[in-house]
């Protein structure tokens, strides 16, 4: 099962590859990973996506609160949250197709950051499936780049997930 794990961490040199080192010394495989600072500029708050059964994230994270600079994990797959994903994609839209192109960027709500005679750059958030489906859509026109970030999420309602909670 896919889980979102959210860390928070003290800002400090060498944290990342310590929490990468963490799951790559245990075999377990980081699909998507964001990090950057809080409100408080000492503290970043990382969302980590991985697979894995309960068990095997229960041990992530026992694995997780062992490091120092962890202050606070989560795992908030199973209550109710928010996931967005940036997406950057440049496609091949060459006369006979821009306008096509500009559609399909219109129903996906998607923006246009970027323009040349061959080519639009898309910019477009949204859940994960959202942007595979807009993916899906441009590749018949020629997808020539593209980089996207990966899942940030967060808890629906009043909690937080802040260091003094």
């Not at 992530?60 to 996931?83: A, G, T």
């Not at 246009?112 to 993916?135: C, M, N, Q, R």
């Amino acid at each position: 099962m896919r889980h979102t794990i959210t860390i928070l961490v003290e800002n400090e040199f060498g944290v990342l590859t310590r929490i990468a080192g963490l799951f790559s010394a245990r075999g377990y495989n980081i699909e998507s990973l964001n990090v950057a600072p809080t409100l408080d500029p000492t503290v970043s708050r990382m969302t980590l996506v991985t697979h894995g059964d309960e068990r095997v994230i229960e041990q992530i994270k026992k694995q997780l609160n062992k490091l120092i600079p962890v202050i606070k994990v989560e795992d908030i797959s199973r209550v109710e949250h928010m996931e967005r994903e940036l997406l950057l994609v440049k496609v091949r839209a060459e006369k006979e197709t821009r306008a096509e192109a500009l559609r399909m960027a219109e129903v996906f709500r998607a923006k246009v950051v970027d323009v040349s005679e061959e080519t639009y750059t898309f910019e477009l958030t949204g859940k994960p499936h959202k942007i595979d489906a807009f993916l899906r859509m441009v590749k018949p026109l020629g997808i020539m780049e593209m980089t996207r970030t990966g899942p940030v999420g967060m808890r629906r309602g009043p909690k937080a997930f802040a260091v003094d909670e």
